[in-house]
Every structure is written in C-alpha cells, then in structure tokens.
C-alpha cells in the first residue's frame, strides 16, 4: 500500500532529525563504553605514546552512580495508597525493574529515552512494554499541549549492510509498518486504527524551557576525563623513563660491560651488574635522584574535585579518599546533594513511568486512569543503614505515628515479601491461640534480653 504524501515527509524529516544527532549521540556512547579517541594528549606525550593511552572511565561512574539510586517502589493508581494488583502484574510480566534500568542509561547518556506500550496478542491483560533505543526512535511534539503529534522508529538493515529497512511510524489515532521495497521506496505493510495517542513515552533529561530537547549527563564529565586521561599517560611515561632512577659511572669503557665470552651485555643487565662489572680501581659510579611523582597525584585530586563539584558527588566517587572511613552520619551528609539530584531526576521520571501506566491500563482494561495519571513511589535514594531505620521506625511505631505496614514500606520490603510477613504473622496469631503457653516462653524471652540489657 502507497504511503501518503504527508506520511512520506513525515518520515523523511523524522530521519534527517535522528541523523542530525548521530555524531553526538556516538562520541557520548564512546565515551560511556571506554572506546573514545583523545584528540589531544598533551605537548609532554609523544604521538607514539598515543598506544599506551590510559583512561579512567568516570562517564560510567556518573551514569552508575546516578541510576543506580533510582528505585521504583511502587505505582499507585490516583486517590489509592497501596500499590495496584493489575500496574504490579504487568510491571513484572514485562521485567521492568531491568528494563527500566536500561531507559535510565538511554537518558543519561544520550539526554533522551523512550518506552512503547502496545497490545499483548498472547493476554491483552498484560500489554508489551519495551525500551526503544534513541538512536533509533525520533519525535515531534506539540509545544503547547506538550502531547507527541508524530514519532518514527527507523530498524533493519539489508545484504549489504545498509538500513534502515524500516519504519514504524506513530500518528494519533494510528501504527503503520513500514518497509523499503527494491527500488528503495517507502510502502505500507500494515497498519492498526488504534483511535489513541501515541502509544510512546519520551523522557528528556535536563530539559530546559523553549524545546522538547535533553542534554546528556555526561557533557561535564567529558573534559575533565580526557583531562585525567592525558595525566595518567603522562604519569606512565614519567614512570619509564624516570621513575627507575638512573645510574652514572666514570673510568669505564664500552669493552667492560661483556659476558665471559667476550658478547656485550644488554643495556638491561649492564644496567644492573654495573656494581660488579667495574674492575677499574679509578672507576667511580653514583644514582641519580628519580623523579617524584606526587605531581601526578595532586593533578588527578584537582581533577576529581572539580569533577565532585560539577555532579554534586562525594569525592571518594573519584577516588579522593582519607585515611579514616566516614562515619554513618558524615556520609548521609556527603551525600546531601547527590540525594537531592537524585530526588529531582525521580520527581521528572515518575512522571513519565506515570504515563506510561496509563497508557498500560488502557490497553489492559480498556479505560482511562483518572486524569491519566499514575503515581510513581521511589525508594530513598540516600544510603541509610539498616539500623537507623529500625531505630527510627520503632519510635515512630511506639508514638503510633506509623502502622505496620507503613513500617513496612519504609524498609523498601517488596509486595511480595510484605505478603509472606503476614502470613507469618497470622500462623503465629493461630499458634497462640490454640497454645497459650508460646505467649509465657516469649514473655519470659523477653524478659530475660531486658535483663541482660540492664
């Protein structure tokens, strides 16, 4: 089936936009992966130094540190305050928790993600959701309703190698396949008259008024590694050439250094036997001072302090670190801002995965969530130990400021787990009742760990 005129141009101008950031969109994941070219390395480094090039790979400590404190809880369905049965199983059926690992990268890395939803042909109860990839996924979207008019994901590639093949293209109200036939024009395979919007999510980060553009997480992380990287070759090259320190000798002649067969020795083992090898009685010999190379260290601290500043980041995640281990508090501390940023890139996502459930329900049940909208609880993002939230929790707990089950989720227990504890606490209920005695051996357990406290 002929594609329309309005369709075709649609296509085109999509993929000019997504070629218009390849370069970019390559140098960020070069950067992430470890495989970048430092273009500049330096008066100090000769170019055939460029193969001993070392590189610290802080763009993946970046992006690591960042999603990694991002932590879904649960998804609850407007004017509800537990998690719904129906957003859980279809959470889970989709594998979501790595799935939505892999949206975060996709953000940070390349300022932009994307998540589809469409209909499971298998169970319509539990609707496919995936992560695209946005190097293959690009969109348009209306400034003022903020709401997507058209999206295209360009995939395949033929014998030789070239691609796309082919294209979905998302209006509203509608899905078209589409291919590339032998004469290399574009013609529909299929299509759904879905009557919705578009079935796409797309997340930005750092996003700033004027545009439906993100910037990726790593633009201030570039510099300063390609920086470290040129200090860490420098410091290789120091380590050659003058961190051994070298040796001197007078009264000698080339004819000394030789084996007992007469060969000369290497310029290695001529280095080391020059103690014995001097039989010159005028012979003198001395060591030069080797270069110190805590230069290097101060550079690379200089380094990692700015790089902690840009992201708000403890210093140790550069490797700055002191003698002592913080204590608990002192890390809670050092961590205020990361927690803080973390927390902003939570409120920002919550709103997309809160979409993204709705449009899950709808294909699910058909319906529309109250204002679409589906809230995203998160885990705390900072690091509190075990025993502070306990601590915390029981007093809360003792002045009826929290219920059991709120108690519950403080500790991040999964629904699953949370399930299992009530059984748990409904068998010991049961026990209790059909033999008082289990109460009178707790008691006296009790008891007995008070007095021991005393």
Do not use: C
């Not at 204590?327 to 990361?338: S, V, Y």
């Not at 690091?383 to 809360?396: N, S, W």
């Amino acid at each position: 089936m002929a594609l329309t005129p309005s369709d075709l141009e649609l296509i085109t101008e999509l993929k000019q936009r997504l070629d218009a950031r390849f370069l970019v969109d390559d140098r960020n994941l070069r950067y992430y992966r470890l495989m970048q070219r430092v273009e500049q390395l330096g008066m100090a480094i000769p170019p055939e130094m460029r193969r001993f090039l070392v590189v610290a790979n802080w763009p993946r400590v970046v992006v690591r540190t960042i999603a990694g404190r991002q932590k879904v809880r649960a998804m609850i369905l407007p004017g509800e305050e537990t998690v719904d049965p129906t957003l859980r199983a279809i959470w889970d059926a989709n594998n979501l928790s790595a799935h939505t690992k892999m949206y975060r990268r996709d953000k940070l890395i390349y300022g932009r993600g994307f998540i589809s939803v469409g209909a499971n042909e298998r169970d319509r109860r539990l609707p496919i959701i995936r992560v695209e990839s946005p190097r293959e996924v690009e969109a348009m979207v209306d400034s003022r309703t903020e709401q997507m008019t058209a999206a295209a994901r360009f995939y395949g590639k033929d014998k030789t190698g070239q691609g796309p093949t082919n294209v979905t293209l998302y209006v509203p109200g509608r899905t078209s396949w589409v291919a590339k036939n032998a004469d290399g024009r574009w013609y529909e395979v299929d299509r759904d008259e879905h009557g919705e919007p578009i079935p796409l999510v797309m997340g930005l980060n750092e996003r700033l008024s004027g545009g439906f553009h993100g910037e990726s997480e790593l633009t201030d992380i570039i510099g300063l590694t390609d920086s470290v990287a040129r200090s860490l070759t420098n410091l290789q090259f120091a380590q050659e050439a003058h961190g051994i320190p070298g040796i001197w000798a007078t009264g000698v002649a080339q004819g000394d250094f030789v084996d007992a067969n007469g060969e000369p020795l290497s310029q290695f083992e001529a280095y080391y036997d020059v103690i014995k090898m001097l039989s010159n009685k005028d012979a003198k010999w001395g060591q030069f001072t080797p270069a110190d190379l805590k230069n290097f260290e101060t550079a690379l601290n200089i380094y990692g302090k700015q790089a902690a500043v840009s992201y708000g980041f403890p210093a140790r995640y550069f490797g700055i670190t002191t003698s002592n281990p913080p204590a608990e508090g002192a890390i809670r501390a050092d961590e205020n801002d990361l927690v803080n940023y973390v927390e902003d890139k939570n409120e920002a996502e919550g709103m997309e995965l809160g979409w993204m459930g709705a449009l899950a329900l709808r294909f699910a049940t058909g319906t529309w969530v109250d204002g679409n909208r589906v809230r995203v609880d998160y885990f705390d993002p900072g690091t509190p130990t075990f025993a502070q939230r306990a601590d915390a929790l029981t007093k809360m707990r003792s002045v009826g400021g929290i219920s059991r089950e709120g108690m519950w989720d403080e500790l991040g227990w999964s629904e699953a787990r949370k399930a299992k504890e009530r059984q748990y606490l409904e068998e010991e209920a049961e026990a209790a009742r059909t033999d008082p005695t289990l109460d009178r051996i707790a008691e006296g357990l009790l008891n007995a760990g008070a007095g021991l406290g005393e």
